[in-house]
């Protein structure tokens, strides 16, 4: 069975920077495309960015173009989501998550296995 554990998360001040990470484990040649979705109070989950294991493909939500990085470490079976410029409006617990098949999807029904989350809290 698959395990993904998300790890990085905390507390910092707008305009800063926090590194997220998901280790794959268990059976991970079964997975294809990691995202990452995030979930603020009151709201519903949502996508911020995802790659495939594939050929690397990349895909970002317009509110976090050009500030977030989506990366893969394929010795470490590991993918990471680098932040930057961060802002208030960033606060969420911030899931990874992965499907079994190659192709970035932006809705988390089409993702067959979650991490616990890890909460991001940006203040300003």
């Known amino acids: 069975q698959v395990q993904l554990v998300e790890s990085g998360g905390g507390l910092v001040q707008a305009g800063g920077s926090l590194r997220l990470s998901c280790a794959a484990s268990?059976?991970?040649?079964?997975?294809?495309?990691t995202g990452w979705f995030r979930q603020a109070p009151g709201k519903e989950r949502e996508f911020v960015a995802a790659?495939?294991?594939?050929?690397?493909?990349?895909s970002y939500a317009d509110s976090v173009k050009g500030r977030f990085t989506i990366s893969r470490d394929v010795a470490k079976n590991t993918v990471y989501l680098q932040m930057d410029s961060l802002k208030p409006e960033d606060t969420a617990v911030y899931y990874c998550?992965?499907?079994?098949?190659?192709?970035?999807?932006?809705?988390?029904?089409?993702?067959?296995?979650w991490g616990q989350g890890t909460q991001v809290t940006v203040s300003s």
């Open positions: 998550a992965a499907r079994r098949y190659d192709g970035i999807r932006y809705k988390s029904d089409d993702y067959h296995y």
């Open positions: 268990g059976g991970t040649g079964v997975i294809y495309t």
């Open positions: 790659i495939t294991w594939s050929v690397l493909s990349t």
